[in-house]
């Protein structure tokens, strides 16, 4: 059955009824927040439908793996890094970032850096 | 490789560089302009990102099919049936339509109503 998560938040903090917020800093990702508006817990085979938040001088990690993304800015600007090629990127951008592309989101900006970030269920990508 | 498409619209009408406008009009569909950001022109194996708008007194076909939807809506507000219950939804909201439930999008507001609309790859859908 179909779900509709009602948008809770405000033009400065995105946020979803019934969509839990998960954080995360280490060495290799600063200051970001994770949320799952459409995946496993509503059911979804084939694709996971994740939006992101980066704080000001936060980043994603720099890394590859076999899925892609795609990606569309909500919010805020940032630089994204494919390939070892850094780009401007802003609010309503595209960006589709290719299976086994190396790859990274900054946010170079004084607000947030928000971003839907589109993903293939994880058992549909074989191991490369 | 990577490709990213810088918005090139506005406020009042979203458009992107390199993403063509495909608009539908017939007796199932009125006012209909979809654009396909990210999909097989990009490579993308396993899932297709699309942004709809629907005129004032528009409506997408009322119909079902094996593939599910992620929906977020960016742009104005409508009216969501699924298996034939109807909800109010607006800017911010997610919808998830899962495989086989019928549904539907009408715009009922005075503006755009606009929304992402994640599909998996057809040949990841096996037919029912």
Redesign the interface.
Request: charged share 10%.
């Given at each position: 059955?179909?779900?509709?998560?009602?948008?809770s938040?405000d033009e400065a903090r995105?946020d979803?009824q019934g969509?839990k917020a998960e954080s995360y800093t280490s060495g290799e990702v600063k200051g970001v927040t994770k949320r799952v508006?459409?995946g496993p817990e509503?059911?979804?085979?084939?694709?996971v439908?994740r939006y992101f938040e980066v704080r000001p001088g936060g980043w994603t990690m720099l890394h590859e793996h076999p899925?892609?993304h795609?990606v569309?800015?909500l919010k805020g600007k940032g630089e994204?890094t494919?390939?070892g090629k850094k780009?401007e990127?802003?609010?309503?951008?595209?960006?589709?970032?290719?299976?086994n592309?190396r790859?990274q989101f900054k946010n170079t900006g004084n607000e947030i850096f928000g971003f839907?970030c589109?993903?293939?269920n994880r058992k549909?990508?074989e191991p490369q």
């Open positions: 059955m179909g779900i509709i998560h009602k948008f938040g995105f979803w969509v508006l459409v509503e059911g979804a085979p084939y694709f439908m899925h892609d795609g569309l800015i994204v494919l390939n780009q990127v802003s609010r309503g951008d595209v960006i589709y970032v290719s299976p592309e790859h839907i589109v993903i293939p549909l990508v």
